[in-house]
C-alpha cells in the first residue's frame, strides 16, 4: 500500500517539500522544520550512546602492561609491549573489517538497529574481556567486540540527520566530545579500578570474584552502563528515509532534495540508477577520500598516543618513564576528561563559528607538535610539578586531537547526500580501523624498541618515540592543505545533486 504525502513548509529553507505518513525520517524533518530549538534529547541520545561505544576502546591501557605480565607470555620485561600491542590492535582490526558492512545495513535498515546491536556487543564481550585467563582469550574477546561494535559511523550520520543544519556542528562536536571522554575515562576506570584486591583489600578480598579476576571490574562497569545505554535505546528515534511507492522500498536522499527535484524522489529505486553521477561512487567522491584519509593519519598517531602515553607513564624511571601506578594514570586521565568535555561543550562551537573546521584542525595539530617535543622533559620533573605540567599537557593534547577529528568529522559528512551518510562512515570507520589497528601494535613495539636504546647517540629512549609520533603529526597536518584536502560544496552537503567538478 503506497504512502501518502504532504507539503509542509520548512521555515530554514523557505520552501514546501513532501513528507510521507509512515516515514521515520519524514517524522523527523517535520519535528526539525516546526521546531527551531535546541534538540537537547536527542543530543543527550548521542552522547551517551558514543560515550558507551568509545569507554571499552581504551580502558585496558592502563592496566595491560600488568596483565600481558601476568599472563606470563613474554619472556623478557622489555617484551610486554609487543604483546600489549597486539592484544590493542585487535578491537580495530575487527572494527576495520565490518565497519563498511554496518555503514550498509544503516543505510538500508536503519541506523538504530546497528546502534542497538553495537551497544548490546559491548555488554557481553567487553564483560568477557576482563575474564579473560590467557592471551588468546583477551585478543578473541577483542577483536569479536570490534567486529560486532559498529556503533560510530551511524552516529556521525544519524548526528547531521536529526538536527538542523545551524545545530550539525555543535552535534558532531557532543560526538567528537563523548568520544574524546570515552577515550580518557575508559583508561581512568581501567587506572582505578583494576587490581581492587591489592588497591582497595578492605572492599575486596583475594578470594572474591575480583580478586581472581583482577581486571574485571571497570570491564564490568562499562558494560553495565551499555546495558543501561542499550534500553534507552529503545527509545530512539529513527532519522532513515524508507517511502512506500507502488509497493516498493524506496531508500531517500535528504528530505530536502526533494523539494530541490521531485521527479528524482519518483525514479529513485534501491538499484540507485536515478541517483546523479557525482554521487554515484563514493570512493571517486575526493571532497569525501581526501578528508577520510587525513582523518584516518591522524587516528593513527592518536591511537599509537594513547598506547605510548600509558606504558610510559608506568615504566620505571631507569627506563625514562615516570613509575606511575594504574591509579596515578587514571587521575591524570581523570582531569583531561573534565578539560576535554568543557572545551569541546563550550569553546569549540564558538572557534569553529569563527575559523571554521579545517583552520580549527590545522591549529591543533601545529599546536600538538612542540607540546609532545616536551614529554620527555617533563620526565625529569617529579612531585606536585610534575603532576601538574603533566595534567596540563595530557588536556592540551587531548582538545586538539579531538579539535581536528570534530572538524574531519564535518567534512566528511557535508560530503554526501543522506542515502550514502551510513556508507561515507562505514568508509570512514573501516579506514580509521585499520589505521588504529596499527596504532597500538607499532606504539608498543616502538615503545619496547626505545627502551633498548636508551644510551643511542641519537634520539635516544624515549625520545625516539615522541620524534616519530611528530612526524606522523606532520604528515596528517600536510595532508589538510590543497591539492590533497578538497572543500565539500555546501549544497552537496545540503543533500542537493550537483554536477560541479569539485565532488568528483
Known amino acids: 500500500m503506497a504512502e501518502t504525502s504532504l507539503l509542509l513548509l520548512d521555515k530554514e529553507a523557505g520552501k514546501e517539500l513532501n513528507y510521507y505518513e509512515n516515514c521515520p525520517g519524514c517524522k523527523i524533518e517535520r519535528v526539525k522544520c516546526s521546531n527551531a530549538g535546541l534538540p537537547l534529547k536527542h543530543l543527550f541520545f548521542i552522547a551517551i550512546v558514543t560515550l558507551s561505544a568509545?569507554?571499552?576502546?581504551?580502558?585496558?591501557?592502563?592496566?595491560?602492561?600488568?596483565?600481558?605480565?601476568?599472563?606470563?607470555?613474554?619472556?623478557?620485561?622489555?617484551?610486554?609491549?609487543?604483546?600489549?600491542?597486539?592484544?590493542?590492535?585487535?578491537?580495530?582490526?575487527?572494527?576495520?573489517?565490518?565497519?563498511?558492512?554496518?555503514?550498509?545495513?544503516?543505510?538500508?535498515?536503519?541506523?538504530?538497529?546497528?546502534?542497538?546491536?553495537?551497544?548490546?556487543?559491548?555488554?557481553?564481550?567487553?564483560?568477557?574481556?576482563?575474564?579473560?585467563?590467557?592471551?588468546?582469550?583477551?585478543?578473541?574477546?577483542?577483536?569479536?567486540?570490534?567486529?560486532?561494535?559498529?556503533?560510530?559511523?551511524?552516529?556521525?550520520?544519524?548526528?547531521?540527520?536529526?538536527?538542523r543544519k545551524d545545530y550539525?556542528?555543535?552535534?558532531?562536536?557532543?560526538?567528537?566530545?563523548?568520544?574524546?571522554?570515552?577515550?580518557?575515562?575508559g583508561p581512568a576506570l581501567g587506572g582505578y579500578l583494576s587490581q581492587p584486591a591489592d588497591k582497595y583489600p578492605e572492599f575486596f578480598s583475594k578470594e572474591s570474584v575480583?580478586?581472581?579476576?583482577?581486571?574485571?571490574?571497570?570491564?564490568?562497569?562499562?558494560?553495565?552502563?551499555?546495558?543501561?545505554?542499550?534500553?534507552?535505546?529503545?527509545?530512539?528515534?529513527?532519522?532513515?528515509?524508507?517511502?512506500?511507492?507502488?509497493?516498493?522500498?524506496?531508500?531517500?536522499?535528504?528530505?530536502?532534495?526533494?523539494?530541490?527535484?521531485?521527479?528524482?524522489?519518483?525514479?529513485?529505486?534501491?538499484?540507485?540508477?536515478?541517483?546523479?553521477?557525482?554521487?554515484?561512487?563514493?570512493?571517486?567522491?575526493?571532497?569525501?577520500?581526501?578528508?577520510?584519509?587525513?582523518?584516518?593519519?591522524f587516528q593513527l598517531h592518536d591511537m599509537a598516543y594513547a598506547e605510548i602515553f600509558s606504558l610510559w607513564a608506568i615504566s620505571p624511571r631507569e627506563s625514562e618513564g615516570l613509575s606511575y601506578t594504574t591509579s596515578d594514570v587514571g587521575e591524570t586521565l581523570s582531569i583531561t576528561g573534565l578539560g576535554l568535555l568543557l572545551f569541546q561543550l563550550f569553546l569549540y562551537p564558538v572557534v569553529e563559528k569563527i575559523r571554521g573546521p579545517i583552520m580549527v584542525s590545522r591549529i591543533g595539530a601545529v599546536l600538538s607538535i612542540p607540546l609532545l617535543f616536551s614529554y620527555p622533559c617533563i620526565a625529569l620533573l617529579s612531585g606536585f610539578w610534575l603532576s601538574l605540567i603533566l595534567d596540563s599537557a595530557s588536556v592540551l593534547k587531548n582538545v586538539f586531537s579531538v579539535s581536528i577529528t570534530t572538524g574531519l568529522f564535518l567534512l566528511q559528512n557535508r560530503a554526501v547526500s543522506q542515502e550514502q551518510r551510513g556508507a561515507a562512515n562505514g568508509i570512514s570507520m573501516s579506514s580509521m580501523s585499520l589505521f588504529k589497528a596499527i596504532g597500538p601494535a607499532a606504539g608498543g613495539s616502538l615503545f619496547s624498541r626505545a627502551q633498548k636504546r636508551k644510551d643511542a647517540s641519537i634520539l635516544p629512549g624515549v625520545q625516539m618515540v615522541f620524534f616519530i609520533l611528530n612526524v606522523v603529526e606532520l604528515i596528517g597536518l600536510l595532508m589538510t592543505f590543497k591539492p590533497f584536502l578538497a572543500l565539500p560544496e555546501e549544497n552537496i552537503s545540503d543533500g542537493k545533486p550537483t554536477n560541479s567538478d569539485e565532488s568528483r
Not at 133 to 157: D, H
Not at 237 to 258: A, G, Q, R
Request: with cysteine; aromatic share 12%.
Open 54 to 163: 568509545a569507554l571499552p576502546i581504551s580502558s585496558l591501557f592502563p592496566f595491560l602492561y600488568f596483565m600481558i605480565r601476568d599472563f606470563h607470555v613474554a619472556k623478557m620485561e622489555e617484551d610486554i609491549g609487543y604483546y600489549a600491542g597486539y592484544v590493542g590492535s585487535s578491537f580495530m582490526f575487527g572494527r576495520a573489517l565490518t565497519s563498511l558492512l554496518w555503514g550498509l545495513v544503516a543505510d538500508r535498515y536503519g541506523r538504530k538497529p546497528v546502534i542497538l546491536i553495537g551497544t548490546v556487543a559491548v555488554v557481553i564481550f567487553n564483560t568477557l574481556f576482563g575474564l579473560s585467563t590467557n592471551f588468546w582469550m583477551a585478543v578473541s574477546t577483542r577483536f569479536v567486540l570490534g567486529s560486532l561494535c559498529g556503533v560510530l559511523g551511524p552516529m556521525r550520520a544519524y548526528a547531521s540527520e536529526i538536527c
Open 168 to 185: 550539525q556542528a555543535l552535534a558532531m562536536s557532543v560526538i567528537s566530545t563523548s568520544w574524546g571522554v570515552g577515550l580518557v575515562i
Open 210 to 297: 575480583f580478586g581472581r579476576f583482577p581486571y574485571l571490574l571497570p570491564c564490568l562497569l562499562i558494560s553495565l552502563f551499555a546495558l543501561v545505554v542499550s534500553v534507552i535505546c529503545c527509545w530512539l528515534p529513527e532519522t532513515l528515509h524508507i517511502h512506500i511507492k507502488n509497493k516498493e522500498v524506496v531508500i531517500c536522499e535528504d528530505i530536502e532534495s526533494v523539494a530541490y527535484d521531485s521527479t528524482t524522489l519518483e525514479k529513485a529505486e534501491i538499484s540507485g540508477n536515478s541517483v546523479p553521477p557525482s554521487q554515484q561512487s563514493l570512493l571517486k567522491n575526493w571532497p569525501l577520500m581526501s578528508s577520510i584519509i587525513a582523518y584516518s593519519v
